[in-house]
Structure formats: C-alpha cells, structure tokens
C-alpha cells in the first residue's frame, strides 16, 4: 500500500564512487572570472581545490556509516517518495518533533511605518534581491534547464552549493573557519548521488505558485540568527504567528544556523518546548 513504511539502508556503489571521481578528473574548467572577489560567482581556484579534495581525499563511506546508524524510513505521500529519519528519545515523556522550515516576512500593513531595525533588515533583503537570488529566479523558472548541468556534473552541483554556504553563512569570508570540507561535501553528495538536480530546484518552481500566507495559530517560536538573509522583527512574526511564546536574537549563525551552530539551535529547541509542555 502507499502510506506503508519500509526500513531504509542506504548502500552506495564502488561504481557510483568510481564515476563520480573520474567525473571530478575529467572536468571541463571555465575560464577565471574577472574579478577578485566573489560578486561574479564562486572564484574558479576555490572550486578547483574543493573538487580536488573530492575527487583525491574526500571518503563517503564514514558519512554512509553515521546515517546508517539511524533508523531511516522510505514511505510514499501523495504519490511522493519520501526518506526520513526516525530518532527516539530515550526520555519516555520527550516531546515528539517534526523538524521543518518557515520563514516570516514583512507584512505588507506594516511597510509604511518601519522601525530602525525594521528598515535596516528590508535594506539587507533589497540589496539580496539585487545581487543575491540569481540561483533563486532560475529555479523557480528554469529547473529542468538548470538540472541538465547539474545532474552531469559533479563541479557544477558542487559550485552551485558551496557558493550559496559562503554567501549565507556567518563566516567571515572564510567558509572552512565554520564547517569543514568535508561538512560541504556531505550535502553535495546528498545532491550528486540520487542525481536530484533538477528535482530539488523544481521545489522553487512549484512552492513560488501557491506560497500560503495565512496565520498560524499554534505556540510558536522564533530564534533570529544575525546572519540570516531574511529576518523579522517580533511585530512581523506576530502577524504570522500570533501565539508567539520564544524569541530570542542569537549573537552568531546565519541561513544555515542549524548546520553552522548545531548547539545552539538544541539549546533553542529546548527551551521553547519549555514554554508548551
């Protein structure tokens, strides 16, 4: 039956790795930008010596071993494959968890009458919509053109990645200070094996048409990191979320803040739970 749910391993090939290394090797370069900085994209030399450590040292099997050591699940809703992790607590009153994404926005109401902090975050979600959502306009329009090069080419998957964890993390301009090559190279890898390219694009192409901007009327909570491209001030989220129990501003993390500053994001979790038990 459809909603059946069957115990997953996930057991990756010598030959898929095999490929994907000479894939690496056999890379077709572009040209250097022309600048030296990034506002032309990610810097040729930082993705050759990132495909580099891919194809020569980078070892998949570790990661392979930590997933399989978690109960993984594969069931179908709505005629969509789905893979998820299932990790009890030990605890047998723990609070059960989904863990998912939203984001809260400016509520039109509220442009035309703006606090400092308020006007300084549309100043930075202005300058993001200039210069920052290239790879966001392709997605949301283009997916299955995009997913041609993505899908057959490991470099361009990876350029396509890490540039976004440069831009968005809190890193200084120095990504490798936060997350390690091989962190990067795990998420590629989640991309460049079930070759979901175009797939993972086309998320943009259909969430864009039905975006659902309805109040949401459970206890929530909200954790602002200060890198993160999208912020909201309380007013905003109250909107949205009107039984807003947790907000707190964070003093380090960006868009990826659970992958950049994983601690804090429990210590977040637990305490606005707190707040529901």
């Given amino acids: 039956m459809a909603d059946e749910i069957h115990?997953?391993?996930?057991?990756?090939?010598?030959?898929?790795?095999?490929?994907?290394?000479?894939?690496?090797?056999?890379?077709?370069?572009?040209?250097?930008?022309?600048?030296?900085?990034?506002?032309?994209?990610?810097?040729?030399?930082?993705?050759?010596?990132?495909?580099?450590?891919?194809a020569d040292r980078y070892d998949w099997r570790p990661t392979e071993n930590r997933l399989n050591h978690l109960a993984q699940y594969r069931t179908e809703i709505d005629g969509l494959g789905i893979h998820f992790l299932h990790v009890r607590s030990p605890h047998p009153d723990a609070v059960p968890l989904i863990l998912t994404l939203v984001i809260a926005g400016p509520p039109e109401s509220m442009l035309s009458d703006l606090t400092e902090d308020e006007q300084a975050m549309l100043g930075v979600i202005d300058d993001h919509k200039h210069w920052g959502t290239?790879?966001?306009?392709?997605?949301?329009?283009?997916?299955?053109?995009?997913?041609?090069?993505?899908?057959?080419?490991?470099?361009?998957?990876?350029a396509w990645i890490a540039e976004e964890f440069w831009t968005w993390t809190d890193c200084n301009g120095d990504l490798f200070s936060i997350v390690s090559r091989d962190d990067v190279l795990d998420n590629v890898m989640l991309y460049w094996l079930p070759a979901v390219g175009a797939s993972s694009a086309r998320l943009y192409w259909e969430s864009l048409r039905g975006l659902n901007r309805d109040p949401?009327?459970?206890?929530?909570?909200?954790?602002?990191?200060?890198?993160?491209?999208?912020?909201?001030?309380?007013?905003?989220?109250?909107?949205?979320?009107?039984?807003?129990?947790w907000w707190k501003e964070l003093d380090r993390g960006g868009h990826f803040g659970a992958f950049e500053q994983p601690a804090i994001l429990v210590d977040e979790i637990r305490s606005f739970f707190r707040t529901v038990r």
Wanted: with cysteine; net charge positive.
């Fill in 134 to 158: 290239g790879y966001s306009t392709q997605q949301s329009t283009r997916p299955q053109t995009l997913g041609y090069g993505l899908v057959d080419s490991p470099a361009a998957q990876c």
């Fill in 7 to 54: 115990p997953f391993e996930l057991r990756v090939s010598d030959a898929d790795l095999s490929n994907l290394r000479e894939r690496l090797r056999r890379t077709r370069w572009p040209e250097r930008q022309t600048v030296d900085d990034w506002s032309q994209g990610i810097p040729l030399a930082v993705v050759q010596e990132l495909c580099e450590y891919w």
């Fill in 216 to 245: 949401v009327p459970v206890p929530a909570g909200c954790s602002q990191y200060p890198k993160e491209i999208y912020r909201a001030s309380r007013r905003w989220a109250r909107q949205r979320y009107p039984d807003l129990r």
